[in-house]
DNA sequence: GCGGAAACGGAACGTACCGTGTCGTGTCGT
DNA sequence: ACGACACGACACGGTACGTTCCGTTTCCGC
């Protein structure tokens, strides 16, 4: 995440502030009022030092969502794949439904088509890894013959994922946790039925 | 589309070089270079003509692409669900696959969380009518007994653009005709399948 | 036709934020 | 202790914003 100077002597104090400002600016004004110098403004900080760690207030953010995500889904294994997925896609949907993370992350992925260096830090340390954990969540279904074997995984996994996209870009309305069951329900479903 | 004074005595000619401009600078410069300003020097029109008649320049973008997409994507009807959607999908994947049409949709989506107005607009006319075509497509096929009653039509239809969306906001490289076809064959499976 | 309302192109304005540069201060490794 | 370096602060030119003014052209209604 740190991208230039790489150094021991950063000050720790700055880069919470730094973070914390980016977020609670996103609560209060709205991602589109969050700029480099309000950043800095409210974090008592210099513009420069921003600069200095930090290509874009777009990978400022990122780091600051990357944090709280991760807290939010992890993935479990209670055996019951369908139980697990659901709960993970719904702690997906609620970190996005509430201020600040919801916002923050619009705004992220509005950066992403005119900042390829965000765009690369995004898949490389959010998006991959964690359908890479989601892709393992399912193969331990498989090996317990809750998913047949030959699946498409992969495939699964944007199916699930797809439309929560689709529905926060677009601003729809939140799903309800019988819409996330219905399309858990649904994408376990396509991988068990036999081929069209 | 018009937003404020409703008149006939618009000039027709600027509209036409106002959209055609904006896509243009899209194609050769990329949307974060499309400005109101660059617009109004390209077209050889005063910023405040496109003020006049425009938001913003999601807006203006927003009229240019929605023309383009109704042509490229219709909603046929053969008979064969499955070869339908899949045409459909991929008439829509290719539009977004090339200049100035991927960037400016992009570039339309990340206005979405900063304008209310463009969302809205976005959604009544081009996202709600689309998905209620897509769904009285998928109501014929279940007249032919394609696809069983009692099936979730809108949700199918989610699970369809889902992905695309997915894709086109991650960036990640287009998918090719069999990543469509294996999706449109696991949503159609997902219908028909006995209850998880 | 004719008069006037309204849309037009062009130019300039102040504001906001960008990303960079400079400078003096303070602090942390060596 | 000392020197390197991150720090805050401030100022800079640049770009795009959205608005305003001006003089011109176009077109509707009389």
Redesign the interface.
């Given at each position: 995440m740190i991208t230039p100077p790489s150094s021991v002597r950063r000050s720790e104090r700055s880069r919470r502030a730094i973070l914390r400002s980016a977020l609670d600016l996103c609560t209060e004004r709205?991602?589109?009022h969050v700029t480099i110098e309000a950043i800095a403004a409210d974090a008592g900080v210099s513009k420069k030092t921003i600069y200095r760690w930090w290509p874009s207030k777009g990978a400022v953010l990122l780091e600051a969502f990357t944090d709280a995500l991760i807290d939010a889904t992890p993935f479990v294994d209670t055996g019951d794949i369908?139980a697990d997925l659901r709960s993970h896609v719904a702690g997906a949907v609620k970190l996005l439904s509430v201020p600040p993370f919801g916002?923050a992350y619009?705004?992220i992925?509005?950066?992403?088509?005119?900042d390829d260096r965000l765009?690369q830090q995004?898949?490389e340390q959010l998006?991959d890894p964690r359908v890479e954990e989601a892709i393992g969540r399912l193969r331990s279904a498989q090996d317990q013959g809750q998913i047949p074997p030959g699946a498409?995984l992969p495939?699964?996994v944007?199916?699930l994922?797809?439309?929560?996209?689709?529905?926060h870009?677009?601003?729809?309305p939140v799903q309800d946790e019988k819409?996330i069951a219905?399309?858990v329900?649904?994408?376990?479903?396509?991988?068990?039925?036999?081929?069209?």
């Open positions: 709205g991602y589109g369908g916002p619009a705004g992925l509005s950066e992403l088509h005119h765009a995004l898949r998006v498409d495939l699964a944007e199916m994922y797809g439309p929560v996209y689709y529905r870009v677009l601003r729809k819409t219905a399309l329900d649904h994408v376990l479903r396509s991988l068990r039925a036999p081929g069209y």
